[in-house]
């Protein structure tokens, strides 16, 4: 039987519907915002869809001339396009090994699977598209946005598979984003869902490049143990196919960890946060639908409460 603690099931993410009821993506409309325009951005440029070709009058832009059109036809033609009426999303999933730990409730990567579904349930509520790209242990593989519970369906499915895949296999995060770059359509809203140990050196270009015509928000997905330093006690960590032994009691194994923990923040600042990009915190004993709204509201001060209570 499958343990759904440790696993990623099909019931656990279409349970998120019911969570999403709640949850907006488009309440950002302030410029001023640390995620402003998550929904109908208008400086973000949305994306238009190819509607018809038509006679060329008098005014029209020869950028949009239809040359294919105006060959065949021998007259001057030019192409009319409309607005997209729902907004594209992309999901990015980290399923690296680093994704299957955790000692407070469930696996990092379960819960990043109930996050990644509880906001795109939220996403097909307003009426837009949502796809999906995974990065890790069994390489890059993407699903396009597609419009309502087709699209969830899906997703859904992406999820379950990749997430439970069993492969060694380490791809960075850049690796995705480079591949995104050259899928992705103007005005989209990019989602990352990670425990950032695996960025890559050019992970920051590739944020800000994505950035200058896309929206992009990030959940942090983490475990206690990561964050914070754990009562004194000897500690056995299955770490892939071996179990690695901590005493935090021994003051120089607890200040090693200490150090490893701040550096692994510290480029996430670097990185993610200096890219311009806002990152909401998830601990797998969140709850999540809680923790995912009061961070859409206000990344940032749901960023600075979950550091001073570290």
Do not use: C
Request: net charge positive; no cysteine.
């Amino acid at each position: 039987m499958m343990n759904s603690a440790t696993q990623v099931t099909t019931k656990a993410l279409v349970e998120q519907q019911s969570y999403a009821k709640t949850l907006s993506l488009s309440s950002r409309k302030k410029a001023t915002s640390a995620i402003s325009g998550l929904h109908d951005s208008r400086f973000r440029g949305r994306g238009m869809d190819y509607q018809e070709s038509r006679v060329y009058q008098a005014g029209d832009d020869i950028r949009n001339m239809d040359w294919l059109v105006t060959a065949r036809t021998g007259t001057a033609h030019t192409k009319l396009f409309q607005e997209e009426r729902e907004r594209p999303i992309h999901i990015i999933m980290d399923t690296n090994v680093s994704m299957s730990f955790g000692t407070r409730k469930e696996f990092k990567s379960v819960t990043a699977a109930k996050a990644a579904s509880l906001l795109a349930w939220a996403a097909v509520k307003n009426g837009d598209r949502v796809g999906v790209m995974s990065y890790g242990k069994n390489g890059i593989h993407h699903e396009k946005p597609v419009g309502g519970k087709r699209g969830m369906m899906r997703l859904i499915a992406h999820l379950v598979q990749s997430s439970n895949h069993e492969a060694d296999n380490v791809t960075p995060l850049e690796e995705a984003l480079q591949r995104l770059r050259t899928i992705i359509r103007p005005g989209s809203l990019v989602i990352v869902v990670s425990d950032f140990y695996h960025l890559g050196k050019d992970v920051k270009r590739h944020l800000i490049q994505l950035s200058k015509h896309n929206d992009i928000l990030s959940l942090f997905i983490s475990d206690q143990f990561e964050v914070s330093t754990p009562l004194p006690a000897v500690y056995g960590i299955q770490n892939q196919d071996k179990i690695v032994v901590f005493n935090s009691a021994k003051e120089s194994e607890k200040k090693s960890m200490q150090q490893k923990q701040n550096q692994h923040l510290e480029n996430i600042y670097e990185n993610i946060q200096k890219s311009g990009v806002p990152v909401i915190p998830v601990m797998t004993d969140d709850k999540l639908e809680e923790k995912i709204k009061q961070g859409l509201k206000s990344p940032s001060a749901a960023w600075s409460s979950w550091r001073k209570a570290l």
